[in-house]
């Protein structure tokens, strides 16, 4: 089946400094591609939906300029976190969609100290 | 607004036995997707089985079927003969196959523990 690659899968970055998180579908062209925040125990939360060349819609709530997502290409979407701050550290998932399927990177876990 | 119920957070059964897992979800919408998804303490969402709201027959995958009453809105899980590598959280989970921009509405999930 289809693969969704997350980069990194694990990191720890300082209080006030920004991350990225690169999601990349590796064997084919993904017209969306969503973000996903976990917390412990709990189930999906949808933060963004992005679009290649195009403004990514964020959900109520989520604030777009802490959360920046670029969908550079039809399989790379980037995620951001700007400022990071210790109420940020969660796991990240994003998935991928062609035109019928959807399929989920393997997660980032964000620790923010 | 699609909403997907999950009323048990935790289920436990028994090595070669069978678990059926509920999932009830509301819709005005008549063509969707219904999906269980598998995700392990490795946290990586897998897919366990899908079903297509226009489709009759229940899906089946090897030792993981489904009950779907789409008058009910009902759409349950039935693992059988359970396995160890069964353990894991289940979410339950609609797509709208109208709006294709629509993200998946996960339900809650459901903890399952595989005894040996």
């Known amino acids: 089946g289809a693969v969704v690659s997350q980069h990194p899968s694990r990191v720890i970055c300082k209080s006030g400094t920004s991350v990225k998180i690169e999601c990349r579908s590796l064997?084919?062209?993904?017209?969306?591609m969503f973000w996903y925040r976990q917390f412990p125990k709990q189930s999906l939360m949808l933060m963004a939906t992005?679009?290649?060349?195009?403004?990514?819609?964020?959900e109520q709530g989520v604030e777009k300029d802490k959360f920046l997502i670029n969908h550079a290409s039809l399989t790379l979407s980037t995620l951001t976190v700007t400022s990071a701050h210790p109420e940020d550290s969660s796991f990240y998932i994003c998935?991928?969609?062609?035109?019928?399927?959807?399929?989920f990177g393997p997660g980032t876990r964000l620790t923010v100290t | 607004a699609q909403t997907v119920t999950q009323s048990q957070p935790e289920m436990s059964v028994q090595e070669a036995e069978t678990v059926t897992l509920s999932c009830t979800y509301d819709?005005?919408?008549?063509?969707?997707?219904l999906f269980w998804y598998k995700q392990p303490p490795s946290r990586q969402m897998i897919l366990v089985i899908r079903?297509?709201?226009?489709?009759?027959q229940n899906a089946t995958e090897n030792r993981f079927s489904v009950n779907f009453q789409k008058a009910a809105k009902s759409f349950s899980l039935k693992i059988s003969d359970s396995q160890l590598g069964d353990a894991a959280m289940y979410f339950c989970?609609?797509?709208?196959?109208?709006?294709?921009?629509?993200?998946?509405?996960f339900g809650p999930g459901t903890r399952l523990s595989v005894l040996p």
């Open positions: 992005s679009n290649e060349g195009s403004k990514a819609t964020y």
């Open positions: 064997d084919f062209q993904a017209t969306t």
């Open positions: 819709t005005s919408e008549s063509d969707y997707y």
């Open positions: 998935s991928a969609r062609d035109y019928y399927e959807q399929y």
């Open positions: 079903q297509e709201a226009y489709k009759q």
């Open positions: 989970a609609y797509r709208s196959a109208i709006n294709y921009g629509q993200n998946f509405v």
